[in-house]
């Protein structure tokens, strides 16, 4: 379902890609001798220029990462507004279409693109799968939880959740299954942001975020 390539800087490479729903947009970010390809989405609120994915697709592809961001159809059209979840997952599932071939397969996303990849990770024959500030409930709302859609993953998960995310913190998240791992963002919140004067910084979230990340592609991946 590949269209054509549109050249940008060095190091980052943008396919359009055919969905049902209308083209998606894939941001590639190659890796030299890559053994694991991460794909990931965005969430509801915007795009694959979110500052984790960001630190992600630049960070990772020296290590030998291959990083491809998703932006799901209705962020390339110019919408404001997310489309529904099935709509979501059918868009993923054929922007995925032409990624499910070579190296092994990690999933994954922010918030919204989060739970796209938790519902879609077995489906696709993913190894792993990554949720960055899943968002458990709509804040302040722990009635209406996603536990669910956490829980059926079916694959290795590593959730990486801002402490102070009001989508979800520490003390909202019950016993899960053995196959997902939970590590907090310290002093962070929905957007991987911290408070000046928290005594954390940017740089350091980034570098714990990536350290992490990598760590647990080192262990779940097999036959690397």
């Known amino acids: 379902m590949s269209a054509h390539r549109v050249s940008e800087r060095a190091g980052l490479e943008r396919d359009l890609v055919t969905t049902r729903h209308g083209p998606a947009r894939l941001l590639r970010s190659p890796a030299r001798d890559p ?80 739970r796209v990849a938790c519902r879609t990770a077995m489906s696709v024959g993913a190894v792993g799968c990554l949720a960055l500030a899943f968002p458990l409930h709509p804040p302040w709302r722990p009635e209406q939880s996603r536990l669910p859609e956490l829980q059926g993953t079916g694959v290795p998960t590593l959730v990486v959740q801002g402490e102070l995310d009001p989508f979800g913190g520490p003390k909202d998240f019950p016993a ?49």
């Open 35 to 114: 053994w694991v390809r991460l794909v990931l989405g965005h969430g509801a609120g915007g795009g694959a220029d979110a500052r984790e994915l960001g630190w992600l697709a630049r960070d990772l592809p020296p290590a030998g990462v291959c990083v491809i961001r998703i932006e799901q159809p209705w962020r390339v059209a110019g919408r404001r507004v997310a489309a529904r979840s099935a709509l979501l997952d059918e868009s993923w599932l054929d922007a995925l279409g032409p990624l499910r071939e070579g190296t092994a397969l990690v999933v994954g996303g922010r918030s919204s693109g989060a």
């Open 176 to 224: 899960l299954p053995d196959n997902i791992q939970i590590v907090l963002a310290a002093k962070a919140d929905h957007e991987f942001a911290v408070r000046l004067g928290s005594g954390r910084s940017a740089a350091l979230t980034r570098a714990d975020l990536v350290s992490c990340v990598l760590a647990w592609l080192r262990e779940t991946v097999p036959n690397r």
